[in-house]
């Protein structure tokens, strides 16, 4: 639940623990969001673009990934929304495997994830409030249910002042925001931006990443994929790089370069 009330970490669940017959100083092994084993995706062209990605992503996680253009970024993201499938190999997303899951469960998994995108896809004719509802009102949430569910994700990225202004009337900004909101509305386990601040300047991107840090700071999981060196290297998280459709370095609290 994301909620502009709670705060602080606090708020990560660390899994439902089993039996309680542990000692209580053992640690409780944080839930696994998302998985990939061996996964390998070439397109129909032939393309390789993944090339046996092994990746997990422990709940309560800020990942960002790195790489240079090609290298398989935008595929990973790809596959965790089951837009594509793996040619070989496992995804796992909150311990279901996306590539055995019927249909008609798609779109049950697919609101456990929050995604935006560089362009804000934001429909043109809806007002920032009605971009943010209809996330809701296609997936057949009771209409009472909608009204307070986008009035606290508007809280929590501060847009409750232009709710009512359709996206032409916004900062570009303020549009990632909206579409942030709307990612958010469904309470997703795993949020997702596939570089959010390129199309912003660079104190609006430091905006989004505080935004995006505190969403995470909230519960949320949060994987980003960026060029933004300058941002990585500041705010010293997770990095995990790919090049070429590999995972080259896997580091917590890194720089966007290797430092070694
Ligand atoms: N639908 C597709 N069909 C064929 N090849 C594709 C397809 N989508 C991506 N590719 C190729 O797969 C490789 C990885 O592309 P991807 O978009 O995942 O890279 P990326 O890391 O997101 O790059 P960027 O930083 O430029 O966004 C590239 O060589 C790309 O040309
Ligand atoms: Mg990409």
Redesign the pocket.
Known sequence: MVSAATSGPKAVQPGKPGATDKSPDEPIPSRIVLAMQGVTKA???G?M?LRGVDLTIPEGDFVFLV??????????IKLLIRDELATKGVVLLDGRDLGRLKRRDVPKIRRKIGIVFQDFKLLPNKSVRDNVGFALEVTGAKRSTIAPAVDRVLRVVGLTGQAGQLPNQLSGGEQQRTAIARALVHNPRLFIAD?PTGNLDPLISWEIIQLLLRINELGVTVLM?T?NAEVVTAVRKRVVA?EN?RIVRDETGAAYHRED
């Open positions: 397109y129909p062209n393309r673009a790489g240079p253009s090609g290298a398989g970024k935008s595929t990973m570089e994929a060029h790919l459709g």
